[in-house]
């Protein structure tokens, strides 16, 4: 699966969890976090 495809469900995921946030938050959010687990995972190797 495409990274693009994974933040997409990423942020289905996160916007469903914190229903109060806008838009534009949620992307910014799913997007983050999920970098910052690619990172680690990335780090682990």
Not at 5 to 20: A, G
């Amino acid at each position: 699966m495409k990274l693009n495809q994974h933040l997409k469900n990423w942020k289905q995921i996160v916007s469903v969890r914190f229903p109060h946030l806008s838009l534009p938050q949620v992307s910014g959010l799913a997007t983050v976090s999920l970098w910052d687990g690619y990172d680690a995972i990335k780090q682990s190797d």
